[in-house]
């Protein structure tokens, strides 16, 4: 059975990697580090923050990275308005709430952030559930997933990971959830295939075929 699917947010729901991508650039700047090359920017998208700077600031010392979060949330909280969902995710969403699946989000963004994002488009009942990366262990830790798998009382077999990155997918791997990789957000087709998911597709529109498949297995 296809009971639960578990979305990651940032570029997989919401058209952000670019955003995010070089607000972590600025941040490098505002705080004198060499800014990172935009696909290193990229490549760290979905994990927890604090992860996500050591990792595109590895050289910085330590007692700046405060500041470095501050000038990240500085200039993301500035053009946060700006993020909007892929064209047809809404949609989608509220077509698989109909067909009876429990929806979930497991997010790299902290608490505060997803329930702006869900208020801002309007998605507060869609999701049965959401986990963040200020709750439990971030990506590629399980964490979040098995919290919300037994929230909502649902096993690994019944349950899905979509996600844009390498870190969703191994995130499902460690918890023994089948995963599908989106390829229009942080992180290119063939890293996603080296995971191993069910499959990887192009867009929402084939997402959605692919769950409709699952769910007639």
Same mark, same amino acid.
């Given at each position: 059975?296809?009971?639960?699917?578990?979305?990651?947010?940032?570029?997989?729901?919401?058209?952000?990697?670019?955003?995010? @991508?070089?607000?972590?650039?600025?941040?490098? $700047?505002?705080?004198?580090?060499?800014?990172?090359?935009?696909?290193? /920017?990229?490549?760290?998208?979905?994990?927890?923050? $604090?992860?996500?700077?050591?990792?595109? /600031?590895? @050289?910085? !010392?330590?007692? #700046?990275?405060?500041?470095?979060?501050?000038?990240?949330?500085?200039?993301?909280?500035?053009?946060? /308005?700006?993020?909007?969902?892929? !064209?047809?995710?809404?949609?989608?969403?509220?077509?698989?709430?109909?067909?009876?699946?429990?929806?979930?989000?497991?997010?790299?963004?902290?608490?505060?952030?997803?329930?702006?994002?869900? #208020?801002?488009?309007?998605?507060?009942?869609?999701?049965?559930?959401?986990?963040?990366?200020?709750?439990? @262990?971030?990506?590629?830790?399980?964490?979040?997933?098995?919290?919300?798998?037994?929230?909502?009382?649902?096993?690994? $077999? !019944?349950?899905?990971?979509?996600?844009?990155?390498?870190?969703?997918?191994?995130?499902?791997?460690?918890?023994?959830?089948?995963?599908?990789?989106?390829?229009?957000? /942080?992180?290119?087709?063939?890293?996603?295939?080296?995971?191993?998911?069910?499959?990887?597709?192009?867009?929402?529109e084939e997402l959605e075929d692919l769950l409709g498949a699952l769910r007639d297995c």
């Amino acid at each position: 059975m296809l009971r639960l699917i578990v979305f990651d947010w940032d570029g997989t729901l919401a058209d952000s990697t670019e955003l995010i @991508a070089t607000v972590l650039q600025r941040a490098c $700047s505002d705080v004198g580090h060499p800014v990172p090359e935009l696909e290193a /920017a990229r490549h760290v998208i979905g994990l927890g923050l $604090s992860d996500a700077l050591r990792h595109v /600031a590895p @050289a910085l !010392d330590r007692e #700046q990275f405060p500041s470095l979060a501050a000038r990240y949330r500085y200039h993301y909280l500035a053009r946060e /308005a700006e993020i909007a969902l892929f !064209d047809g995710a809404r949609e989608m969403l509220h077509r698989l709430a109909g067909r009876d699946h429990l929806l979930g989000v497991a997010t790299g963004k902290t608490r505060a952030g997803l329930d702006r994002a869900l #208020q801002q488009h309007g998605l507060q009942d869609v999701f049965h559930a959401t986990r963040c990366a200020d709750e439990d @262990a971030p990506k590629p830790d399980p964490a979040m997933l098995l919290s919300l798998m037994r929230r909502l009382d649902v096993a690994p $077999s !019944d349950t899905v990971m979509v996600g844009d990155t390498t870190h969703d997918l191994e995130m499902a791997r460690r918890a023994g959830v089948r995963a599908i990789g989106v390829a229009h957000g /942080a992180h290119a087709r063939d890293k996603l295939a080296e995971v191993e998911p069910v499959a990887v597709v192009e867009s929402l529109e084939e997402l959605e075929d692919l769950l409709g498949a699952l769910r007639d297995c």
